[in-house]
């Protein structure tokens, strides 16, 4: 069992002192050795919530007598129980330290008192000490003397003070040499020693009052714990009781209620048909917020503990019928509010509130707001039962954004893969919108931006993934059209910077960018693969050129000529394209396999352009690999624009290819220039 003790006296060690100053001053007399150790433990008059040390004296010697260990504690302490009753003498420094074993070595020599004519049988006092006396010798150890036991040191001097005896501890009185029972004060402290059970520990009735002793017997005053109960003893230490009814007992300055069996009662209680809390810790009647086992409750004074709906302070709060604070949302019809409360009692102020059923806003009252608010430089929206706007919400009949985090949205967003627009005041906009100097078309019907394809007011548009509006030449799909600055798509003959485009009026491929060769309005044109008119040049052979791209190993081209296996193919394929388009069988071109043969041809005939010349579709370009003088390939020119030449080249890593080069590269060996007949090119 446990005793909690509020103003408990703590014992000192001035037996200590005076055992050290006796013995010190006793003389070493030589016939006995013994060892002395003193040792500091726990004593009955130390406070049970914090440790008094005690000493612990014992003495072995090395005699023929027997002699028996004693143990002391801190109620003999030997202040009445001399140490010359053993006369003993030590010789050897002693000290004194707490929670320390000192062993000193001592010559120690135990002496009856001589048995004189004066000494009578029975009880003797012989120089302030008392000896019994059997007729024949004085006692030593533990007797039993009319009905009572005594110890005796070994010298025959009757120990006094606090002895135990039985397994249990009594005090004899150095005066009468009697056990005394009953109120004993030593030390300060109060004691009871009961002639049954010895001195007194726990609760324990006395002349019908009750007391609480602690574990060493001191009587308990104050407050008390002892077995999870908590008592008030009086000075005099008599445990107080209450009654049925509950009457508060004024203990100093406060009130307090006490059962009938003495409990000092806590937690809730009803008084007076009254709810209310006495503090687990001090007893004492607790009023406003009360925590108890994880919840929350309210009291005061007139009420007790609050329960449904009750104000406190200037605020309405409500609790269950048990008085349980009732937490998160709480509606007040009467008052017309919503406040939001924590475990802790608390309300929410001022700030936004996460539930499982969505977000809320409390203002400076505590109280939930609707509608529009600006919260930190950000705008939000509350509907009419307060919860946070997320995602696209109408608010009077116009759409607004509010992202994951509830704050209103403005300018372009991008919403499950989906762009909207929303101005500065958050409102989704529709139709045509230019956007920093992008334009875009939001749908009339749902504000979501167009992509790819579109038809609006019977033009065709173009929207890039982006949701931007094509305009200018635009490639799609591998083809090319034309969007006017308006983003509506042309059709027909174009003009754009200065070079002549045609882009198709038939249905099936509407505005499709026309390259090579086409027959429009009886007329044959030729485009160069950029989609510009040729005005010169040849687009025929070229486009035969092209028809070949991604042919590998050049067979059907050296084949042609009768080889039955590879060669170097590059010139083979200019022949083969050009005897296609029957250059080659009116000696347009000249037919060859060796470059040189070739350039020869051309200067002979005039066509050839040297390095500095710029070249036109289908003229013949030489090339240089080393460079060492010598042309080493040729290709056909599809196209010449901004500084650079396009061609069509066979064997470029044993494929036909497209190929560009800066017009000045040093691996550029010439160009030649055939006379093509105009009925082969365009009209």
Not at 145 to 168: D, P
Not at 341 to 351: I, K, S
Not at 501 to 528: C, L, P, Q, W
Request: proline letters at 2%; aromatic letters at 18%; one cysteine or more.
């Amino acid at each position: 069992m446990g005793i909690k003790e509020k103003n408990n006296t703590r014992s000192d060690n001035r037996f200590m002192k005076k055992i050290l100053k006796y013995l010190s001053g006793i003389a070493v007399s030589g016939l006995l050795f013994a060892a002395v150790s003193v040792a500091v433990s726990a004593d009955e008059t130390q406070s049970s919530e914090e440790a008094v040390t005690t000493p612990v004296v014992t003495t072995a010697v090395t005699t023929s007598e027997t002699v028996t260990t004693e143990t002391l504690t801190s109620e003999s302490a030997l202040l009445t129980t001399d140490i010359s009753e053993m006369n003993t003498g030590i010789s050897s420094e002693t000290t004194e330290t707490s929670a320390t074993t000192v062993t000193t070595v001592t010559t120690v020599t135990v002496t009856c008192p001589e048995i004189t004519d004066d000494v009578a049988e029975g009880w003797n006092s012989i120089d302030g000490k008392w000896f019994y006396f059997d007729g024949e010798k004085f006692l030593t150890g533990k007797q039993e003397i009319e009905g009572e036991y005594y110890i005796f040191a070994n010298n025959g001097a009757l120990r006094t003070g606090w002895q135990t005896v039985n397994s249990q501890r009594r005090y004899y009185d150095k005066e009468t040499h009697s056990p005394v029972y009953g109120w004993i004060k030593y030390l300060g402290n109060m004691y009871y020693n009961d002639k049954e059970l010895g001195k007194l520990s726990g609760k324990h009735e006395i002349e019908d009052n009750t007391y609480i002793f602690s574990s060493e017997g001191i009587i308990c005053t104050g407050f008390i714990m002892y077995e999870n109960y908590m008592y008030y003893g009086n000075e005099s230490g008599q445990i107080l009781f209450g009654d049925t009814k509950k009457t508060p007992v004024l203990i100093g300055e406060d009130y307090y209620i006490i059962s009938p069996k003495g409990y000092v009662l806590r937690g809730w209680q009803t008084v007076n048909k009254r709810r209310y809390f006495y503090d687990y810790e001090t007893g004492l009647i607790t009023f406003g917020w009360v925590e108890y086992q994880g919840n929350y409750y309210f009291t005061d004074r007139i009420t007790g503990k609050y329960t449904g709906k009750r104000y406190v302070g200037q605020y309405p709060y409500r609790f269950s019928t048990s008085g349980i604070l009732q937490t998160g949302l709480q509606y007040f019809p009467d008052e017309n509010v919503t406040s939001y409360f924590y475990h802790d009692g608390t309300r929410a102020v001022l700030e936004i509130v996460h539930t499982d059923d969505g977000s809320y806003y409390f203002n400076e009252e505590g109280y939930m707001e609707t509608g529009w608010k600006v919260i930190d430089g950000a705008t939000y929206y509350f509907d009419p039962d307060g919860r946070m706007a997320l995602g696209i919400c109408t608010i009077d009949e116009k759409l607004y954004y509010f992202g994951t985090d509830g704050k209103m949205k403005t300018g372009l967003q991008l919403i499950n893969g989906i762009k909207y627009f929303f101005d500065d005041n958050g409102v989704m906009q529709f139709g045509w919108k230019t956007i920093n100097k992008n334009t875009y078309y939001f749908n009339p019907d749902n504000g979501k931006a167009f992509t790819g394809w579109n038809t609006i007011e019977n033009e065709r548009y173009f929207f890039d993934k982006n949701c931007v509006m094509a305009t200018g030449k635009y490639v799609i799909d591998e083809k090319t059209y034309y969007f006017g600055d308006d983003g509506k798509m042309r059709t027909g003959w174009q003009t754009i910077n200065n070079e002549k485009y045609y882009f198709s009026k038939d249905a099936a491929n509407k505005g499709e960018m026309y390259i090579f060769r086409h027959v429009i309005d009886g007329t044959v044109y030729f485009f160069y693969s950029t989609g510009v008119m040729a005005t010169d040049g040849n687009q025929e052979i070229v486009v035969k050129a092209l028809s070949q791209l991604g042919q590998e190993g050049g067979m059907p081209y050296w084949t042609w000529w009768g080889f039955n296996f590879r060669i170097e193919w590059c010139a083979c394929f200019v022949s083969w394209c050009a005897t296609q388009c029957g250059y080659t069988q009116d000696g347009q071109v000249p037919k060859f396999i060796s470059c040189k043969v070739g350039i020869d041809w051309f200067k002979a005939h005039n066509q050839w352009m040297g390095r500095n010349y710029t070249p036109k579709s289908g003229d013949y370009i030489f090339f240089d690999w080393e460079p060492d003088s010598v042309a080493d390939h040729v290709g056909i020119v599809d196209y010449y624009e901004n500084g650079y030449v396009y061609t069509v080249e066979g064997n470029s890593d044993d494929k036909v290819r497209k190929k560009s080069y800066p017009i000045d590269s040093e691996m550029i060996y010439g160009f030649a220039s055939p006379d093509y007949v105009p009925s082969k090119g365009f009209e």
